[in-house]
């Protein structure tokens, strides 16, 4: 299995690739990052599809904000693109969500947004925009909200989906209000060593509504198994994973929430998760992204156990992002080509 997260901006753009039960390679992509990072992201991800003569079983789009649904508009503003390279979607518009509600109509205008101006408002615009592009194509698309209590759990040729969120009340939640609630961005802490941030007094999580409802999930192949967190809160993680298994879990490799953040890692969320291979999202361009403080407290549980902890970046950002003495403090593998072998 390859997962491979393509240059997607501050956002998220990843290929899950594996060989099926039925001897033929299949695809999940979950989001497609910014419309900016559209070129090296998700376009370059269709490229790779193409070339390899295969298409995309299942496309998740985790939730509406525009570094994860940015690249799918953009690719509709494409001449060269065509949908019918899409077998399947989850996304939870609110066309999913209310059936009674009826599918508002956009001008598809496509024009450049600029993610700094991002608010829940354009998000939830976008989304519209999403589903009626939906609605006109042959994508097959769920008629319930993709959540814990419906779990689609289709199985995609002998890979199985646990959703860890969202459940259903934190999906209605999600349209019911129209002020954004984003908590301050922490400032960026590269410059400070890990052996003193791990002491840092956990910072305050966010229980941002949009946040709540993005899709995570565990994903299960023959013996492997992932943890992907989408930009999923804590809270709802920890709900999640004990909703299926009351007590830790081990697997081979965590997609970490909202491109690293924070305020998405909690110290009970840490007790829960034993894994040495991670992946990290991230342009480091926003947001303070990616807390260093949540590598270190990784870094600091694992350090005494037989098995190299594992970095996996989708940019070259090591060198900003870690000091020479981090890397006297702690032994750790990292990896700057996104792609992650399972």
């Known amino acids: 299995m390859l997962m491979k997260m393509y240059p997607a901006g501050p956002g998220d753009c990843v290929r899950i690739k594996y060989e099926g039960d039925d001897g033929e390679n299949h695809n999940i992509v979950i989001d497609t990052g910014t419309r900016t990072s559209y070129k090296n992201g998700f376009k370059a991800l269709l490229t790779d599809v193409i070339a390899d003569e295969e298409i995309i079983d299942l496309l998740v789009i985790s939730h509406y904000d525009l570094d994860h649904i940015g690249g799918i508009l953009e690719a509709y503003s494409d001449d060269k693109f065509s949908d019918d390279i899409i077998h399947t979607i989850w996304f939870n518009a609110k066309m999913i969500v209310d059936p009674k509600s009826k599918l508002e109509l956009f001008e598809f205008k496509f024009e450049k947004i600029k993610l700094p101006n991002e608010n829940n408002n354009m998000g939830a615009k976008h989304s519209g925009q999403l589903s009626e ?26 890979l199985t989906i646990k959703f860890i969120s969202p459940f259903l009340s934190e999906i209605n939640e999600l349209f019911e209000f129209s002020n954004s609630t984003n908590m301050k961005s922490l400032p960026k802490d590269h410059k400070i060593d890990m052996k003193v941030l791990k002491d840092r007094k956990w910072v305050r999580q966010e229980k941002e509504s949009k946040h709540k409802s993005s ?45 690293c953040s924070a305020r998405n890692f909690s110290k009970e969320m840490l007790e829960l998760i034993e894994c040495h291979k991670y992946l990290i999202s991230s342009d480091g361009s926003k947001y303070g992204h990616p807390n260093k403080e949540v590598i270190a407290r990784i870094l600091e549980r694992n350090k005494t156990a037989s098995n190299l902890s594992e970095l996996y970046f989708n940019y070259p950002i090591e060198n900003t992002v870690f000091t020479e003495q981090d890397k006297k ?11 992650c072998y399972l």
């Not at 006109?136 to 993709?146: D, G, M, R, T, V």
């Not at 993680?237 to 970490?256: M, N, P, T, Y």
């Open 133 to 158: 592009l939906i609605a006109k194509s042959k994508i097959n698309w769920h008629s319930l909200p993709a959540c814990i209590e419906n779990n689609l759990n289709e199985n995609f040729y002998g």
């Open 215 to 259: 899709m995570s999930f565990i994903f299960e192949f023959e013996d492997i198994r992932v943890l992907y967190l989408s930009d999923t809160s804590s809270a709802s993680v920890i709900e999640g994973l004990l909703f299926h298994v009351d007590g830790k879990q081990s697997f081979d490799a965590v997609k970490l929430s909202h491109h």
């Open 329 to 339: 403090d702690y032994n750790f593998g990292i990896n700057n080509n996104g792609e």
